[in-house]
Every structure is written in structure tokens, then in C-alpha cells.
């Protein structure tokens, strides 16, 4: 396939309430993609990876359901980078979550796509014209405010483009017709919230080792195990902050073997 020209994003004067479009990165395996760069390590989720992947084969909508901060987002994102090969016309994140209203969905994809305004073209033309019936993948993130509006783009953007799929986050389903749903579980504490603490307790002290002993520390502190599963639920960028202290706290207290 000859190699796609994206327009730079033309973001600003029209509609400054929206954050800023990612700047479309071509990879080395020519795919373009807004897909963020993650900072911290992805823990676990291996089945859920797995079983996500498939759904999206079978699938042109799939919606990750749960509550707040369960990683419907994280997932999501993890998801569509492993999956980014099979849609060789790029794949594009586009945030819901800063739309204060139901009429800024349209706006928000055209503008995670990179696609200026158009004067006398609906948006919704602007993006169907440009997806066409290419393999591309669009990721609607944190859905829930603005389900209908999510749901009708959804519909109207599948039905015009044959090669589009899209994976959406919400706390509820969209609501649209041939949405396949699949509910994100919170971490295993045993295995995987033991594995984030490995991974923020080497961030908190550089040179901390995760071995048996103190893995079974942490299964063995009742306010940490605690912490840890909610953290895994966490709601609040404070919370979160508080279980980082926690683990500091902790990690000095760890038994020291090898
Ligand atoms: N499997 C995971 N590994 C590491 N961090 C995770 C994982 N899942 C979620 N997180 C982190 O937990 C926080 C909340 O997850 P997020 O995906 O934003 O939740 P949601 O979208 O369900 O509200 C984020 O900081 C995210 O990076
Ligand atoms: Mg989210």
C-alpha cells in the first residue's frame, strides 16, 4: 500500500476546550498512530490481552466496561499497540473524557486523526472520507459521559468505512447496534497487584529486587495487600499517590535476602 499522507493536526481556534491532537508518529513499519507512549510498565493482563485481541478480530466494535481506574484505558492502549500491524492505514486515540458536550465526538476524532476543519464539510464527512474503506483502528477512550453521541458516531462511522474497527472505553456500554461488550476484572492480588509493587517499589528505590521472601511480605501485610487491590481499582490520582507512599513506605521494611 503506498504510504499515507496524514495532514498535520490544525488544532486551536475552533475549539480550544479540546486538548491538542498527538502528533501522528509513522513507525518503522509505516502505520501511523497517535497511540501514547507509556511511562510505566504494563503488569499482567496477559489472558485479558489475549482474549481482547481475539475479540477485535471478531469484532468492529468492542467496548472494555468497568469502574473507574479498574485500566480500561491502559488495556486499551496496550491492546492497540500490539494489534496496530493488522491496520495498516494507522490508529488513532481519541479522548472523550475533556468533551463538555455531545456535539464535540465528531470534532475530537476528526482532530485525533489530524484532520483540519473544512469550511461547508460535516466533520463526520471529513473523517469518512478520509478513513474510506482502509484497515485502520480507532480507539474512543472514557466513553461514559457521552454514550449516545459515542454510540451514533460509532454506528455511522462503521457503516461508512468497511475496513474500520473501533475499541471503546466506558464505564457502561455504548448502547450501539453490534457493540460486543467485555467487562475489564480488577488485578489478582496474589500475582499481578504483588507484580505493580515490584514494579513501583524499583521505581521508589532503584536497585529493589522482587524475590519470594518479600513477595510474601507483601501478601502478608494486611494494610498493603489492601491498599494494593484498591490501587488496582484506584479512582483518584490521590489515592494513587497515597499506595506510592505506602510502598515507599514498605519497601524499606522488606526483608533483605540475596
Ligand atoms: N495492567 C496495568 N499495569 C500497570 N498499570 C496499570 C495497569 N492497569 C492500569 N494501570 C494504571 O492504573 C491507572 C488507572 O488505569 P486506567 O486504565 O486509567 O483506568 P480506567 O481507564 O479504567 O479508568 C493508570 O495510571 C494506569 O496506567
Ligand atoms: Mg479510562
Given at each position: 500500500m503506498a504510504p499515507i499522507k496524514v495532514p498535520l493536526a490544525?488544532?486551536?481556534?475552533?475549539?480550544?476546550?479540546?486538548?491538542p491532537a498527538g502528533a501522528v508518529v509513522l513507525q518503522p513499519a509505516g502505520v501511523a498512530h497517535n497511540l501514547p507512549v507509556q511511562l510505566t510498565s504494563f503488569v499482567g493482563r496477559e489472558a485479558e490481552m489475549a482474549q481482547v485481541c481475539a475479540l477485535l478480530t471478531e469484532n468492529r466494535l468492542?467496548?472494555?466496561?468497568?469502574?473507574?481506574?479498574?485500566?480500561?484505558?491502559?488495556?486499551?492502549?496496550?491492546?492497540?499497540?500490539?494489534?496496530?500491524?493488522?491496520?495498516?492505514?494507522?490508529?488513532?486515540?481519541?479522548?472523550?473524557?475533556?468533551?463538555?458536550?455531545?456535539?464535540?465526538?465528531?470534532v475530537a476524532v476528526a482532530r485525533a486523526l489530524g484532520l483540519p476543519d473544512q469550511q461547508g464539510v460535516a466533520t463526520m464527512a471529513i473523517v469518512t472520507s478520509f478513513i474510506g474503506p482502509r484497515l485502520a483502528l480507532l480507539v474512543l477512550d472514557n466513553c461514559e459521559h457521552l454514550l449516545d453521541a459515542c454510540a451514533a458516531l460509532a454506528e455511522d462511522l462503521l457503516r461508512a468505512c468497511p475496513g474500520l474497527t473501533i475499541l471503546a472505553t466506558s464505564r457502561e456500554p455504548l448502547g450501539a447496534a453490534g457493540e460486543a461488550v467485555w467487562r475489564v476484572p480488577s488485578l489478582a492480588l496474589a500475582g499481578e497487584a504483588v507484580e505493580l509493587f515490584a514494579d513501583r517499589?524499583?521505581?521508589?528505590?532503584?536497585?529493589?529486587?522482587?524475590?519470594?521472601?518479600?513477595?510474601?511480605?507483601?501478601?502478608?501485610?494486611?494494610?498493603?495487600?489492601?491498599?494494593?487491590?484498591?490501587?488496582l481499582g484506584l479512582r483518584l490520582e490521590s489515592r494513587r499517590a497515597s499506595v506510592e507512599m505506602l510502598v515507599i513506605d514498605h519497601v524499606e521494611k522488606m526483608p533483605t535476602e540475596n
Open positions: 490544525d488544532v486551536g481556534a475552533e475549539a480550544p476546550e479540546l486538548s468492542l467496548t472494555l466496561t468497568g469502574a473507574g481506574g479498574v485500566g480500561k484505558t491502559r488495556l486499551a492502549l496496550e491492546v492497540a499497540a500490539t494489534v496496530l500491524p493488522k491496520f495498516p492505514a494507522g490508529a488513532w486515540l481519541a479522548d472523550m473524557a475533556p468533551l463538555t458536550g455531545p456535539a464535540l465526538v465528531p517499589a524499583a521505581r521508589a528505590r532503584p536497585g529493589f529486587a522482587m524475590t519470594p521472601v518479600n513477595a510474601a511480605a507483601v501478601e502478608n501485610l494486611p494494610d498493603l495487600a489492601a491498599a494494593l487491590r484498591s490501587q
